[in-house]
């Protein structure tokens, strides 16, 4: 099997890309690279500069935010999740560390290429604005937890 081929195969397997035909997965292929990752080795890093989106094809990532407490992990992402691409959207340094928790694949899609995608293609913008928008959810889910925490220690006080 060719290595773009395999790519193609790649790409079909996540769920952004799955109902785009052979003929458009093949330009995504030549605007990304497959990159594999070891376990405890970081994807991304909170405060650099974006210059990439990561879709996961195989294998799981921890997302973890530095605060003064120290990192505090926010999400856990599987295949065909899409990270990274918050800091190209808002042209803001990255959001939080991405850092693998098993060995794993993911699609490196450059910043120009992305955003490229997006416009030529409204089903992955689509895909992309549903899964930035169930982080939110999950984001303000956990917000209302830890406020009713420290409202609920601060009363035993």
Do not use: W
Not at 46 to 55: C, N, T
Not at 119 to 146: C, S, Y
């Amino acid at each position: 099997m060719t290595l773009l081929k395999s790519e193609i195969d790649l790409l079909r397997s996540v769920p952004i890309f799955a109902g785009i035909e052979p003929a458009r997965l093949k330009l995504i292929a030549f605007t990304s690279d497959s990159i594999a990752y070891r376990a405890g080795q970081v994807i991304c890093r909170q405060g650099q500069p974006g210059d990439a989106a990561y879709v996961l094809v195989d294998g799981e990532a921890d997302v973890s935010v530095a605060t003064e407490a120290g990192d505090y992990l926010v999400a856990t992402l599987r295949s065909g999740d899409v990270v990274g691409e918050i800091s190209i959207l808002c042209d803001t340094p990255r959001t939080a560390t991405v850092t693998a928790r098993t060995s794993l694949t993911a699609l490196r899609v450059r910043k120009e290429s992305f955003l490229q995608l997006l416009k030529q293609f409204p089903e992955i913008a689509a895909e992309v604005m549903r899964g930035l928008a169930e982080r939110l959810t999950h984001t303000n889910e956990e917000l209302v937890r830890a406020r009713n925490l420290a409202a609920s220690r601060g009363g035993e006080a």
